[in-house]
């Protein structure tokens, strides 16, 4: 399955999704309609159980993802930037980090701003060689949006953080993997390729053992740790004699007699 109708692709390569951000001739910057098509594709790829594992790219060879689109949010008015822009964005990203399965992300160029923010909604990244990391919006009076302040400070600490957006400074591929940013440096022009030869790696282990084990790091950082630990009592107590008695007792209207199995 592939669908190439918009700003963003997916393509199914086995139990494979590969989503692509797909405006090379802007840098790939995000527009609303671009935010809308992620939240699409990531409820697509929930709502498929053959998908084991996610990618993450973007088409061309310049960049990954500039960040937002300029000339979207810089002629909104204050108010709207946050009722509509921040705010969506944010819950877009949340959704991807919030994935059923893993989201790897493979980086082919530049990714600043709101594109190295997306990169930090996944859960391992693989840059090209030649990819370059920033957060600019001091220099243009504005500051990180989509939780640049937040979610990024769990993957390289507060300290590499502000020196990205304190200063504006780009942090070149080896920098990037020295902080804990990207976990892998590819060989040029082969992000993706290293990419899919990790995801299927990923997909031929137990799938429910790899998305548990990725929920429960991401709870041990504070991230949906209520859904987690809901989730998992929910799923064990459902195995339970108790929960058949209970389901059992329901049906035949009739008072359960439980036995702490």
Known sequence: MADNSGSVLLEMRGAIAIVTLHRPE????????????LARVADEIDDNPA?????????????F???????VWSSMQPLDMWRKWIRNGHRVFDRLATLQVPLIA????????????????TDIRIC????????????I??????SGTQRLVQLTGPGQVKYLALTGTRMDAKRAFETGLVQEISAANQSLACAIA???KIAALAPVAVQLTRQIIDAGLGNNTA???EGLAGSLSATTADAREGLASFTERRSALYQGE
């Open 51 to 63: 998908i084991r594992v996610a990618i993450l790219t973007a088409s061309g060879d310049r960049a």
């Open 128 to 139: 090209d060689p030649a990819a370059t990391f920033a957060l600019p919006e001091a220099g």
């Open 106 to 121: 493979a980086i082919n160029g530049h990714a600043f701003g709101g594109g190295l923010e997306l990169l930090a909604t």
């Open 198 to 200: 990790l995801a299927e």
């Open 26 to 37: 802007k840098l790939n910057a995000l527009t609303p309609s671009m935010l809308a098509e």
């Open 65 to 71: 993802c500039v960040g937002a689109d300029i000339n």
């Open 227 to 229: 859904m987690t630990l």
């Open 141 to 146: 009076a504005t500051c990180p949006g989509w």
